[in-house]
């Protein structure tokens, strides 16, 4: 957020503080705060906390339309706004000062309510000369709102003119925060706290486990591991507007991780989920570096420390451009080993000359990962078992704590893609061609796997 203050006073219209004898080691504040406060809020806190990243949609229009047809009603028919903050203090007059600091336990901000409070920055900006034409989610509102900032002070200093303008309306709010911001125990319990409670709050919003993953830190590392080109379009939050899901990326981890003994991984994993149960694979990676040893939580915040964890997801990228590389020329390997891809039922080709004809397209395809064009289009049914089979060569070196590739991954199935399809073409045909069957047969990849083997053991020779 583009703020260069992290404290603010607020002044609640009315406000409820939850006794110490009741909660002992968090603090929480709940009433109601007109939209000049509220204003404040929106200057200084972020929207990180949140799983979701709110953006405009039915539900933010319909926000909007009750606050411009039924503003005095607004404080019954939203819940508002959940706030985390790193402390508040009680001032007099109902004033707190609220403070947005990141302390290392807890991502302070909006926890709950962010499209409420979209929805409300939004109407806000509407009465002044904002133009909104591009604020279509948080990131885009939030420089509008800062290019606004000095309207919209000047708006709420003409109480005739908020109430002209419909802008005095209420919102629900509650604010949480650790009560002694010195004492480690407290913001220990804090931080584990803040995710649970997160989550919680968000539950109504079918947040996928990922999501909620990522939110937890448990995908730092794989993050840091990956190109600025590719990870930014990856959607870690819900909302988040990437083209790529987490949960894919997560899959295609599982196979150097299946490399690690199970004292590392705690667990046995079935690659051939990674074609048909993304939700089994985010879970078990999320087992994986659970398990003692392999990190430490400070607060909400997880961290990954088991060196051969590391070294094993540092070789995400090569799987990532391997797979795009075998999705590209997959369809001319398959022809050579005696096949005619291209009259598989399903499969799409790019040829501008051919026109009227479904299986033509007139403009060309791109891989999933580095967006490299491509002149045919189908399931990845096909090409996961040779994704998978790339296990084949990695080399575990347990005394080093460290995974490497026996041979570099993409030049090798360039080398080898005859010797290994010449095998895998067969059993295509033997399922009539059809995908799904070969993604979540165990056969195929045992056969791959059988062949990239053979394939490695005559490699250079």
């Known amino acids: 957020m583009q703020q260069n203050q992290t404290q603010v006073i607020v002044r609640f219209t009315q406000a409820c503080e939850t006794e110490v004898s009741i909660s002992k080691l968090i603090g929480r504040v709940t009433g109601l705060i007109n939209a000049e406060n509220f204003s404040k809020l929106m200057s200084v ?10 953006k405009e949609s039915s539900v933010t229009r319909d926000i909007c339309d009750t606050l411009s047809h039924n503003p005095e009603l607004f404080h019954l028919m939203s819940k508002g706004v959940l706030i985390s903050a790193s402390s508040c203090q009680t001032l007099d007059r109902n004033r707190f000062k609220v403070d947005f600091e990141h302390t290392g336990y807890a991502l302070p901000g909006i926890l709950d309510g962010g499209h409420n409070s979209f929805a409300i920055a939004k109407f806000i900006l509407s009465k002044t000369n904002a133009e909104l034409k591009s604020a279509k989610d948080w990131e885009s509102l939030v420089p509008v709102w800062f290019e606004n900032i000095d309207n919209i002070n000047e708006l709420f200093n003409d109480p005739e003119r908020v109430i002209s303008l419909g802008l005095n309306f209420l919102i629900p709010i509650e604010v949480i925060f650790p009560r002694d911001t010195a004492d480690i125990e407290v913001l220990n319990f804090w931080g584990e706290s803040h995710r649970d409670i997160t989550h919680a709050r968000n539950n109504n919003a079918q947040l996928t486990d990922s999501t ?3 939110h937890q830190g448990f995908y730092e590392y794989l993050k840091e591991t990956l190109p600025e080109s590719i990870r930014r379009r990856i959607e870690w939050k819900t909302n988040d507007g990437g083209t790529i899901k987490a949960a894919d990326i997560v899959s295609l981890a599982l196979i150097p ?3 690690l003994p199970t004292e590392v991984t705690g667990v046995e994993i079935n690659l051939t989920k990674i074609y048909n149960s993304k939700q089994y694979c985010v879970e078990v990676f999320r087992q994986i570096l659970e398990l003692e040893g392999n990190g430490y939580w400070k607060g909400q915040a997880y961290s990954l420390t088991n060196p051969l964890i590391m070294s094993a997801l540092d070789l995400v990228p090569d799987i990532i451009e391997t797979y795009d590389f075998i999705y590209k020329n997959f369809p001319d390997a398959y022809n050579k080993a005696d096949g005619s891809f291209g009259r598989i039922s399903g499969v799409r080709i790019y040829d501008p000359k051919k026109t009227g004809d479904q299986k033509y397209a007139k403009k060309p395809f791109f891989t999933k990962y580095t967006l490299t064009e491509c002149d045919y289009s189908y399931a990845d049914g096909f090409i996961v078992p040779l994704v998978v089979g790339l296990k084949e060569l990695i080399v575990v070196d347990a005394t080093q704590n460290k995974l490497y590739w026996k041979y570099e991954p993409k030049l090798f199935i360039y080398k080898c ?3 290994v399809l010449g095998m895998y073409s ?7 061609w059809d995908p799904q069957k070969i993604g979540k047969d165990k056969g195929s990849y045992e056969i791959v796997s059988g062949a990239i083997q053979i394939a490695a053991s005559t490699y250079n020779k």
Not at 45 to 54: E, F, T, W, Y
Not at 426 to 432: P, V
């Open 417 to 419: 893609f005859s010797k």
């Open 45 to 54: 806190m972020d929207i990180d906390s949140n799983p979701r990243k709110p």
């Open 212 to 214: 909620k993953d990522h």
């Open 426 to 432: 067969a059993l295509i045909r033997a399922t009539n």
């Open 257 to 259: 991780l299946s490399m």
